[in-house]
């Protein structure tokens, strides 16, 4: 169901005018209201009478992570501390955490995008929703939380961990849609199939997953294991948290709620704007923030836009599945290699299961790279020499794609740990030069 057909089905035209018009009061509500703004602003010589079309979006400065942490934690709030309702954080890998707040209208606004992302998702009134993400600093949980109460779900706010306790109220309440990110869906499956639960009796039929990359396996897999159909949403904490944008069921990329937030795909080099249909970086600027607005966020994700019309009847634009960040990037013996890429290969490959850690580190000066792999009981066999032969053809076939001997190691079912969040899947321990000789 499309929730406001409204701005989710808007001509084009009308979508662009009304882009412009709330572009422009967004200029001029963070030159006013943001002393950091206001010098970036200057130090273009840009005034917000300056932007007359969606274009000039260009003349802006972008925003990166860093200007969050410089000014934490309340240093781009545009509105005084009493107008702002709820704060939300995210901590990152490094560093101080970003400090994200929110007035009554951004609550409002957001519980409307939430709302149209699990509508869009095929959430309704009669569902009984199962939120495991976590209700706290993380903005997923409260995020969703309201618009799948807006919508008109019986919210279960479960919240993340306690798996069994999951499964039981799964199975007592008749919950119908799970909230969750696609890893900790993939381990509850795996929970569940221990404690002998039947996923295909229970009355569960629809995930909403987001907050990280999740394969076209994986995605396979929990639908699979579960019996439901997996959708995918996503949205960061810096624009606004989830409700940027979310699957219709077409599930041909993610349709962005483009009237509250303006896109570009850009070159994550030089930030020049990518032809369209090109995969570059996403650069998002809120169009109604009042709390936390920010411009041209750079948010690091890869994408691809797709402004071409959709079966569903909504308009606005979508994005492909993120499916990595640029700053995911390794660099290993001067290869450079992406996370994702290893996952493909992993996953093309019978008898192993979802569960992976990469490891890097750094010997004599060398750098190496092992991929840890959880493989299928069977695959354990008495048999030395075949478990030696599937490490090979693993092996192999990560070299043919990466161009770099990697080590594999197989180990037991369960062993690599695994989160009610997002899932790590890199552990770089060259980082912090532990084990550096
Ligand atoms: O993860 C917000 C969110 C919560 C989205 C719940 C969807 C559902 P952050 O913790 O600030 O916010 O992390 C944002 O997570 O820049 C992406 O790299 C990644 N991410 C979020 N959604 C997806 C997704 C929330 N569907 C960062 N696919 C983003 C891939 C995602 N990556």
Redesign the pocket.
């Known amino acids: 169901m499309i929730w406001n057909p409204e701005y989710e089905s808007i001509e084009r035209t009308d979508l662009e005018e009304l882009q412009l018009r709330r572009l422009q009061s967004t200029v001029a509500w963070v030159y006013e209201r943001v002393p950091y703004y206001h010098a970036a602003l200057d130090e273009r010589g840009v005034k917000p009478r300056d932007i007359r079309s969606l274009g000039d979006v260009s003349r802006l400065p972008f925003t990166d992570k860093s200007a969050l942490r410089d000014t934490y934690p309340f240093g781009l709030f545009a509105v005084p501390i009493d107008q702002v309702v709820r704060i939300h954080s995210?901590s990152g890998t490094t560093g101080k955490p970003i400090v994200v707040g929110y007035t009554k209208g951004d609550i409002t606004t957001w519980t409307e995008l939430t709302a149209r992302v699990a509508s869009a998702a095929g959430v309704v009134s009669t569902d009984l929703a199962q939120m495991a993400?976590g209700y706290g600093m993380?903005?997923?949980g409260f995020?969703?939380h309201y618009g799948l109460e807006r919508v008109g779900a019986t919210v279960i706010p479960a919240s993340a961990g306690n798996t069994e306790r999951h499964l039981i109220m799964m199975a007592d309440f008749g919950t119908t849609v799970l909230v969750s990110?696609p890893s900790y869906a993939l381990y509850m499956a795996e929970v569940g199939e221990e404690l002998g639960v039947n996923f295909q009796k229970l009355p569960l039929r629809l995930g909403?997953?987001?907050?990280?990359?999740?394969t076209e396996a994986a995605r396979r897999e929990i639908e699979a294991k579960l019996h439901i159909r997996a959708t995918?949403?996503?949205?960061?904490?810096?624009v606004m948290?989830?409700g940027?944008s979310g699957e219709c069921e077409y599930a041909c990329g993610?349709h962005i709620n483009e009237d509250h937030f303006l896109v570009e795909v850009v070159d994550p080099l030089t930030g020049e704007p990518r032809a369209e249909g090109e995969e570059g970086e996403l650069v998002i600027t809120p169009l109604t923030k009042e709390a936390f607005p920010v411009l041209r966020y750079r948010?690091?994700?890869l994408t691809v836009i797709d402004r071409t019309p959709c079966e569903c009847g909504r308009t606005l634009a979508r994005m492909s599945?993120?499916?990595q960040?640029t700053d995911d990037m390794l660099i290993i013996r001067g290869v450079n290699v992406f996370p994702s890429q290893v996952e493909d290969v992993l996953f093309k490959i019978e008898s192993v299961r979802p569960h992976y850690l990469i490891v890097v580190d750094r010997k004599h000066g060398l750098d190496d790279i092992e991929v840890r792999l959880e493989v299928a009981e069977e695959v354990f066999s008495d048999i030395m020499a075949d478990m030696v032969a599937f490490t090979r053809h693993v092996s192999e076939r990560l070299h043919s794609v990466l161009g770099l001997n990697v080590k594999v190691t197989l180990v037991e079912p369960g062993t690599i740990e695994r989160t009610a969040g997002?899932a790590q899947r890199v552990l770089d321990l060259r980082e912090n030069g532990c084990s550096d000789v």
């Open positions: 995210s993400f993380f903005t997923g995020g969703m990110t909403l997953f987001g907050a990280e990359p999740c995918d949403n996503y949205g960061l904490s810096e948290g989830p940027v993610l948010t690091h994700d599945n993120v499916r960040r997002k």
